[in-house]
């Protein structure tokens, strides 16, 4: 059984605060690692697909990186402001196998 | 585009009593479709997914089942609801299995 651990479980932050939080997958049989954004009272909305080793995305303030042989990959929240309120999941995936989702890291970022 | 569908949109259903939860994707041919649940404190959990018309996939054994009659129809059924049911429950679909997902908005279900 695939396991995708998260961490923080939830964080608190101030508005213009940097944060970072943890995504875990097993190092083997990679494929891809995903981030997903959901926002309360919203579906799931993808942020990135990460597939290679040292693989950095970004897309605007949000930015994440992807270490496969030790199995981890981080997301970072540059000055943070409240509307990166959401739960931030991450989904791992082995070959043409269905996504196995995380149980996310719920941000709150206050004003 | 494509435009992913739900419905309906929240549920109070006692226990013991059926259930029929409805998705369906416009804009796209044969996607691959899945079926998520939330449960309270709990990550996202899939239940089933469809690589093409007829055929279901489970991943957690549990009195719920899924049927797919269209290609892009996927349905979320129960003969007897348990109060283990309740939860947000969310449709998805993708180009390929393995592939990013989109998320429909997805159906709330108290059981009482």
Known sequence: ?111 | SQTIHQWPATLVQPVGSPLSLECTVEGTSNPNLYWYRQAAGRGLQLLFYSVGIGQISSEVPQNLSASRPQDRQFILSSKKLLLSDSGFYLCAWSKILASEQYFGPGTRLTVT
């Open chain 1, 1 to 111: 059984i695939l396991n995708v651990e998260q961490s923080p479980q939830s964080l608190h932050v101030q508005e213009g605060d940097s944060t970072n939080f943890t995504c875990s997958f097993p190092s083997s049989n990679f494929y891809a690692l995903h981030w997903y954004r959901w926002e309360t009272a919203k579906s799931p909305e993808a942020l990135f697909v990460m597939t290679l080793n040292g693989d950095e995305k970004k897309k605007g303030r949000i930015s994440a990186t992807l270490n496969t042989k030790e199995g981890y990959s981080y997301l970072y929240i540059k000055g943070s402001q409240p509307e990166d309120s959401a739960t931030y999941l991450c989904a791992f995936r082995t070959g043409n196998t269905p996504l196995v989702f995380g149980k996310g890291t719920r941000l709150s970022v206050i004003a």
